[in-house]
T-cell receptor
Framework: EAGVTQFPSHSVIEKGQTVTLRCDPISGHDNLYWYRRVMGKEIKFLLHFVKESKQDESGMPNNRFLAERTGGTYSTLKVQPAELEDSGVYFC??????????????FGPGTRLTVL | AQSVTQLDSQVPVFEEAPVELRCNYSSSVSVYLFWYVQYPNQGLQLLLKYLSGSTLVKGINGFEAEFNKSQTSFHLRKPSVHISDTAEYFCASMDTGRRALTFGSGTRLQVQP
């Protein structure tokens, strides 16, 4: 079974440009999460999808970030326009089903974003 | 609000020596606790978790952790490390009513021959 995949693995862009990150969760996983690690600090939660709906977007830093999950499969995270402080590693994770009990989150390898 | 503190950013240790990576958490509600490991160029992998029950939790690769509610700690231990244990380790918590993980800043374990 394929794990969580993320594309691209690295992205280098200029300040003010737009970047779109993609995450493909494990097949059949209803829950999808985005996290971000900025410059060696802690990994921080951005948002959580249940299928195509945003369940919790309390961690989104500002309106330059737009996450979508059309059809409840893969997800994209767009940053527009990118700022220097957006540099970091963006992780995606998925877990099995929407339920009240704990489900393990499986992480992708991350996308390293550098904004110059 | 939850927070997780990993006091040691780097821990150098010799091969076959014991190691303890420290983690303290704070939360006003019940939490689950986790340790994740990240090897170079890979995603985070779950080492072990505490949900309820026995406070001593055993994980993969010979690691274990003990939940101590009075000290709000969840330290990770291994009695004898290998070179292959060199990685970054993250402690995390989850409010039992939510799905978001709250991570510490990570500890780099460097196992030397």
């Amino acid at each position: 079974e394929a794990g969580v995949t993320q594309f691209p693995s690295h992205s280098v862009i200029e300040k003010g440009q737009t970047v779109t990150l993609r995450c493909d969760p494990i097949s059949g996983h209803d829950n999808l999460y985005w996290y971000r690690r900025v410059m060696g600090k802690e990994i921080k939660f951005l948002l959580h999808f249940v299928k195509e709906s945003k369940q919790d977007e309390s961690g989104m830093p500002n309106n330059r970030f737009l996450a979508e999950r059309t059809g409840g499969t893969y997800s994209t995270l767009k940053v527009q326009p990118a700022e220097l402080e957006d540099s970091g590693v963006y992780f995606c994770a998925s877990s099995h089903r929407a339920s009240s009990s704990y489900n393990e989150q499986f992480f992708g390898p991350g996308t390293r974003l550098t904004v110059l | 609000a939850q927070s997780v503190t990993q006091l040691d950013s780097q821990v150098p240790v010799f091969e076959e020596a014991p190691v303890e990576l420290r983690c303290n958490y704070s939360s006003s509600v019940s939490v689950y606790l986790f340790w994740y490991v990240q090897y170079p160029n890979q995603g985070l992998q779950l080492l072990l978790k505490y949900l309820s029950g026995s406070t001593l939790v055993k994980g993969i690769n010979g690691f274990e952790a003990e939940f101590n509610k009075s000290q709000t700690s969840f330290h990770l231990r291994k009695p004898s490390v290998h070179i292959s244990d060199t990685a970054e380790y993250f402690c995390a918590s989850m409010d039992t009513g939510r799905r978001a993980l709250t991570f510490g800043s990570g500890t780099r374990l460097q196992v030397q021959p």
